[in-house]
Antibody
Framework: EVQLVESGGGLVQPGGSLRLSCAAS????????MNWVRQAPGKGLEWVSY????????YYADSVKGRFTISRDNAQNSLYLQMNSLRAEDTAVYYC??????????WGQGTLVTVSS | AIRMTQSPSSLSASTGDRVTITCRAS??????LAWYQQKPGKAPKLLIY???TLQSGVPSRFSGSGSGTDFTLTISYLQSEDFATYYC?????????FGQGTRVEIK
C-alpha cells in the first residue's frame, strides 16, 4: 500500500524557515517523480514544486522560486521542501504527491504551515 | 502559465442527479487533464487522468471527456459520497495549474 507521510509543519514567524519532510513507503520511491502541492485555508489547490527521479530536473511555482528548495533522498525514501523567507501567504496545508499515470496519483495527508507573528 | 477555469464554482444537486462540471484551459493542453475529488479535511483523490481514463477503483458513474481547451467531468448518478469539491488540473506543462474548484452540495 502506498503511503506518504508529511511532517515538519508548524507555526513560524514571517521571514523564518521551515523544512518539510515526506516519508514514502509501499512503492519504489526512486522510480517516481514527486511534487509538493499546497492549499491555503478555505482555498483551492496550488502546485508548488516538482522533482524528477534522480533530482536532475526541478521546477518551482513563481510564488516560491528563490525561497523554497525541493530535494529528495532516494536511499531514505524521503522528499523534502526547505522553505525560507516565509510569508503570511505561504500559510497552507502542504501535500506531497507521487506522479502516477502522469498526474498525482497518491497524496499524503498534509502538514499545516502557519506563518504569523 | 496555463489558466484553468472551472464552472460552476458550486452547485446544489440531489442524490440520483446527473452532474456536469466544465473546465476550460487558456491554451490547448491536448488530453493532459486530470480530475480530483476532495472532501473536507482530506487530501485530494485522483479520479480521472488523460481526460477520460478512470483511476483504478473509481466508480464508473464518473466520466470525463474533451480535448484541446474544453473538458467536462460528469457524474451520471450522484451518490451521497460524491458530495465534495472537484478540481481539474493540467499537466501539459509546468507550472502545473488547477482550476479553482467546484463544490457539489446537497440540495
Amino acid at each position: 500500500e502506498v503511503q506518504l507521510v508529511e511532517s515538519g509543519g508548524g507555526l513560524v514567524q514571517p521571514g523564518g524557515s521551515l523544512r518539510l519532510s515526506c516519508a514514502a513507503s509501499g512503492f519504489t520511491f526512486s522510480d517516481y517523480y514527486m511534487n509538493w502541492v499546497r492549499q491555503a485555508p478555505g482555498k483551492g489547490l496550488e502546485w508548488v514544486s516538482y522533482i524528477s527521479r534522480a533530482s536532475s530536473t526541478i521546477y518551482y511555482a513563481d510564488s516560491v522560486k528563490g525561497r523554497f528548495t525541493i530535494s529528495r533522498d532516494n536511499a531514505q525514501n524521503s522528499l523534502y521542501l526547505q522553505m525560507n523567507s516565509l510569508r503570511a501567504e505561504d500559510t497552507a496545508v502542504y501535500y506531497c504527491g507521487v506522479v502516477v499515470v502522469a498526474a498525482i496519483g497518491y497524496w499524503g495527508q498534509g502538514t499545516l504551515v502557519t506563518v504569523s507573528s | 502559465a496555463i489558466r484553468m477555469t472551472q464552472s460552476p464554482s458550486s452547485l446544489s444537486a440531489s442524490t440520483g442527479d446527473r452532474v456536469t462540471i466544465t473546465c476550460r484551459a487558456s491554451q490547448g493542453i491536448s488530453n493532459y487533464l486530470a480530475w480530483y475529488q476532495q472532501k473536507p479535511g482530506k487530501a485530494p483523490k485522483l479520479l480521472i487522468y488523460a481526460t477520460s481514463t478512470l483511476q483504478s477503483g473509481v466508480p464508473s458513474r464518473f466520466s470525463g471527456s474533451g480535448s484541446g481547451t474544453d473538458f467536462t467531468l460528469t457524474i451520471s448518478y450522484l451518490q451521497s459520497e460524491d458530495f465534495a469539491t472537484y478540481y481539474c488540473q493540467q499537466y501539459y506543462d509546468y507550472p502545473w495549474t488547477f482550476g479553482q474548484g467546484t463544490r457539489v452540495e446537497i440540495k
